[in-house]
């Protein structure tokens, strides 16, 4: 019995012998590895055979890490940048040599070496609107990215390609999609996604992509769709903007934490939807200024106000106290006053980005010889050597000038102009009187002449004949602004860069347009409108310009813009009846005409949409008169004038 023992124990001696004592190996390595967080560093973790040879093999290649420990443990951390590996690289280790046993296979972390340069991941849009079927495509700073969370995977699918994010549009509904830089469950950025039915239309904004600053409130208008409830259906930054919404107007609060928020707003039923994009920025900007503060606007005529400061050129309408009264209206940095009725309102102005100030309009019936004398502003400032005019209104001719601080400034009168020269730097009253009382102007002069050339004009002295355009540039570079216009029934201008666009009224007789640089010095334009053509009958006079419009408009607005759209309309032949200038129910029904041929919701409105539509149909605006019918308008103007002086009695 003893000897059987013996000889078994030979035999499994000798059989692990020929096996290589399989049934006693080590086991496997293993591997783990973490980005540490700092730089391009990693850190690798093996568990193997005990003082064992490890070698990490990564891209066809390998390197030797070092030794294990008496346990088995081996810990290092190494340079993804040093070793040129990149993330998302296949890696594995082998333990007891080149031929040593292998461990598990695993992927390279995200490190700031082979990711972006930045720590903190950010995407092209944190927001967006896309329809059923539809499939779009957004950017992230990084090329090494996936996808941590989808929280409606029904409602989008997101496909990741390096830096790209694929979003295709499954079915009708929202979901957040959270992405991440590969290697790290933090630096991720949330993208909101808002899926409308197929065909759907999205809202339009009043104004979009903008910035309001610290503190600040500002509201926006949304239209487009058949309702006016509209909800916020997501803010994907609300510590720096909060909105909310009242009807159609969204009203925005800006945080003291600077950074973009994308606003998805939709209607009730969720049928349209579109995003509002607003930053949120500290005053970064010098203090807003105008040329006149509390600017006298007389009911006949509108007139001007240059804005200076904010940060350039780039300014908009913040708030209105009382729109019923006066219309403000903003090209580049000059505001136009078109008043509406008598009363007074507080116009907020606000520099894109940066701060507001805010002027008293008020809009009054000055302007006869029996009522008080008044001036078109009540306080100016010039250069030394520049000039600039101010309009009288009231009382009669002759008027007189008069002021204690001549050696600041002087003026001369010539009809109802006041024009002041600046002599040297200091500042004082005039006093401009007639009969009926005197009115008070303060001046104040800068501190030296300006450096920069008047303004200089390839033609000075034009004529006209009434509702003709020609166009007159300026030789001269820099940014100019309209200072005076005498007789604005007479002629207006647009300033668009070196380009003065200059349109006659419906009045005949002479204009004197005072055109300034900013900071610089003043030349005057002299225009004058008649009845020039020879052959009454026969002759014509036609003007070609091409349909734009400066503001929104719908039912209840009047003025340039709606006259306009109106003849724009006409010549679409969508509106048979005459344009007047006045947006009726004829020219709504013509509008919903026209959103029906493009498609567009028929609210009968000129919102974003339609304006854009209409802008880019190329609608040029052809406008002929014989001189007889410029003869019938100007008697019936003459008729009309006649008719309110007996009314009013003077």
Same mark, same amino acid.
């Given at each position: 019995?003893?000897?059987?023992?013996?000889?078994?124990?030979?035999?499994?001696?000798?059989?692990?012998?020929?096996?290589?004592?399989?049934?006693?190996?080590?086991?496997?390595?293993?591997?783990?590895?973490?980005?540490?967080?700092?730089?391009?560093?990693?850190?690798?973790?093996?568990?193997?055979?005990?003082?064992?040879?490890?070698?990490?093999?990564?891209?066809?290649?390998?390197?030797?890490?070092?030794?294990?420990?008496?346990?088995?443990?081996?810990?290092?951390?190494?340079?993804?940048?040093?070793?040129?590996?990149?993330?998302?690289?296949?890696?594995?280790?082998?333990?007891?040599? *080149?031929?040593?046993?292998?461990?598990?296979?695993?992927?390279?972390?995200?490190? +700031?070496?082979?990711?972006?340069?930045?720590?903190?991941?950010?995407?092209?849009?944190?927001?967006?609107?896309?329809?059923?079927?539809?499939?779009?495509?957004?950017?992230?700073?990084?090329?090494?990215?996936?996808?941590?969370?989808?929280?409606?995977?029904?409602?989008?699918?997101?496909?990741?390609?390096?830096?790209?994010?694929?979003?295709?549009?499954?079915?009708?509904?929202?979901?957040?999609?959270?992405?991440?830089?590969?290697?790290?469950?933090?630096?991720?950025?949330?993208?909101?996604? &808002?899926?409308?039915?197929?065909?759907?239309?999205?809202?339009?904004?009043?104004?979009?992509?903008?910035?309001?600053?610290?503190?600040?409130?500002?509201?926006?208008?949304?239209?487009?769709?058949?309702?006016?409830?509209?909800?916020?259906?997501?803010?994907?930054?609300?510590?720096?903007?909060?909105?909310?919404?009242?009807?159609?107007?969204?009203?925005?609060?800006?945080?003291?934490?600077?950074?973009?928020?994308? *606003?998805?707003?939709?209607?009730?039923?969720?049928?349209?939807?579109?995003?509002?994009?607003?930053?949120?920025?500290?005053?970064?900007?010098?203090?807003?200024?105008?040329?006149?503060?509390?600017?006298?606007?007389?009911?006949?005529?509108?007139?001007?106000?240059?804005?200076?400061?904010?940060?350039?050129?780039?300014?908009?309408?913040?708030?209105?106290?009382?729109?019923?009264?006066?219309?403000?209206?903003?090209?580049?940095?000059?505001?136009?006053?078109?008043?509406?009725?008598?009363?007074?309102?507080?116009?907020?102005?606000?520099? &894109?980005?940066?701060?507001?100030?805010?002027?008293?309009?008020?809009?009054?019936?000055?302007?006869?010889?029996?009522?008080?004398?008044?001036?078109?502003?009540?306080?100016?400032?010039?250069?030394?050597?520049?000039?600039?005019?101010?309009?009288?209104?009231?009382?009669?001719?002759?008027?007189?000038?008069?002021?204690?601080?001549?050696?600041?400034?002087?003026?001369?009168?010539?009809?109802?102009?006041?024009?002041?020269?600046?002599?040297?730097?200091?500042?004082?009253?005039?006093?401009?009187?007639?009969?009926?009382?005197?009115?008070?102007?303060?001046?104040?002069?800068?501190?030296?002449?300006?450096?920069?050339?008047?303004?200089?004009?390839?033609?000075?002295? *034009?004529?006209?004949?009434?509702?003709?355009?020609?166009?007159?540039?300026?030789?001269?570079?820099?940014?100019?602004?309209?200072?005076?216009?005498?007789?604005?029934?007479?002629?207006?201008?647009?300033?668009?860069?070196?380009?003065?666009?200059?349109?006659?009224?419906?009045?005949?007789?002479?204009?004197?347009?005072?055109?300034?640089?900013?900071?610089? +010095?003043?030349?005057?334009?002299?225009?004058?409108?008649?009845?020039?053509?020879?052959?009454?009958?026969?002759?014509?006079?036609?003007? +070609?310009?091409?349909?734009?419009?400066?503001?929104?408009?719908?039912?209840?607005?009047?003025?340039?813009?709606?006259?306009?759209?109106?003849?724009?309309?006409?010549?679409?032949?969508?509106?048979?009846?005459?344009?007047?200038?006045?947006?009726?129910?004829?020219?709504?029904?013509?509008?919903?005409?026209?959103?029906?041929?493009?498609?567009?919701?028929?609210?009968?409105?000129?919102?974003?949409?339609?304006?854009?539509?209409?802008?880019?149909?190329?609608?040029?605006?052809?406008?002929?008169?014989?001189?007889? &019918?410029?003869?019938?308008?100007?008697?019936?103007?003459?008729?009309?004038?006649?008719?309110?002086?007996?009314?009013?009695?003077?």
């Amino acid at each position: 019995m003893i000897y059987k023992k013996i000889v078994l124990a030979i035999f499994l001696i000798s059989a692990l012998a020929v096996f290589g004592f399989a049934g006693f190996a080590s086991a496997a390595p293993t591997l783990s590895v973490a980005a540490t967080g700092s730089g391009d560093n990693v850190q690798v973790n093996v568990y193997g055979d005990a003082n064992s040879s490890v070698l990490l093999f990564y891209s066809n290649t390998f390197a030797v890490l070092g030794t294990t420990s008496s346990s088995g443990s081996y810990s290092t951390t190494i340079s993804s940048a040093t070793y040129s590996i990149a993330t998302n690289a296949q890696v594995y280790v082998r333990v007891g040599g *080149i031929s040593g046993q292998q461990s598990n296979t695993v992927s390279w972390p995200w490190t +700031q070496s082979s990711g972006t340069s930045s720590s903190t991941l950010t995407l092209s849009q944190s927001a967006i609107l896309v329809n059923v079927g539809q499939t779009s495509t957004i950017t992230a700073n990084s090329s090494y990215l996936f996808l941590q969370s989808n929280t409606n995977p029904s409602v989008a699918n997101i496909n990741l390609n390096g830096s790209s994010v694929a979003i295709t549009a499954n079915a009708y509904g929202s979901t957040v999609a959270r992405i991440c830089a590969l290697g790290s469950t933090t630096n991720c950025a949330d993208l909101t996604i &808002t899926v409308q039915n197929y065909g759907t239309s999205q809202l339009g904004f009043s104004r979009n992509n903008f910035s309001i600053y610290s503190g600040q409130t500002d509201s926006v208008s949304v239209s487009g769709a058949s309702s006016s409830n509209y909800i916020i259906s997501n803010n994907s930054n609300p510590t720096s903007v909060q909105a909310s919404i009242s009807g159609a107007t969204i009203t925005l609060s800006a945080t003291s934490t600077t950074g973009s928020a994308s *606003i998805t707003v939709c209607s009730s039923d969720m049928n349209y939807c579109g995003i509002l994009n607003v930053n949120s920025t500290t005053v970064n900007s010098t203090a807003i200024s105008f040329s006149q503060s509390n600017p006298f606007v007389p009911l006949s005529q509108s007139i001007t106000v240059t804005i200076y400061g904010g940060t350039g050129t780039n300014f908009y309408v913040s708030s209105n106290s009382n729109p019923s009264v006066v219309q403000p209206n903003l090209s580049s940095n000059i505001l136009t006053l078109v008043p509406i009725t008598t009363g007074t309102s507080q116009i907020s102005i606000c520099a &894109t980005g940066g701060s507001c100030a805010t002027l008293t309009a008020t809009v009054n019936n000055a302007g006869s010889a029996n009522e008080p004398i008044s001036l078109s502003q009540s306080s100016l400032s010039i250069l030394a050597g520049q000039q600039t005019s101010v309009t009288i209104y009231g009382g009669s001719a002759p008027y007189y000038f008069y002021s204690d601080s001549s050696s600041y400034f002087n003026g001369s009168i010539s009809g109802n102009v006041l024009t002041i020269y600046g002599v040297n730097q200091g500042s004082g009253t005039a006093r401009v009187c007639a009969s009926v009382g005197c009115a008070n102007l303060s001046i104040s002069v800068g501190t030296t002449t300006s450096t920069l050339n008047a303004p200089s004009f390839n033609q000075n002295n *034009i004529s006209l004949n009434p509702g003709q355009q020609t166009t007159v540039y300026i030789s001269n570079t820099g940014s100019y602004y309209v200072a005076n216009n005498s007789a604005p029934l007479v002629a207006s201008v647009n300033i668009t860069g070196t380009s003065v666009f200059v349109t006659a009224g419906t009045a005949t007789g002479s204009t004197q347009i005072a055109i300034c640089q900013n900071g610089g +010095q003043c030349s005057t334009l002299y225009i004058s409108v008649s009845n020039s053509t020879s052959t009454q009958t026969q002759q014509q006079t036609q003007t +070609q310009t091409r349909f734009s419009l400066s503001r929104y408009l719908g039912p209840g607005d009047s003025g340039n813009d709606v006259l306009q759209l109106q003849k724009a309309l006409v010549s679409l032949g969508l509106l048979s009846a005459t344009p007047n200038g006045y947006y009726g129910s004829a020219t709504t029904s013509a509008v919903k005409s026209f959103q029906a041929q493009k498609g567009i919701n028929q609210t009968g409105n000129v919102g974003v949409s339609t304006k854009a539509a209409l802008e880019s149909a190329n609608i040029s605006i052809s406008s002929t008169l014989t001189a007889t &019918t410029i003869s019938e308008i100007q008697a019936a103007i003459n008729a009309i004038l006649a008719q309110i002086i007996a009314i009013r009695g003077y």
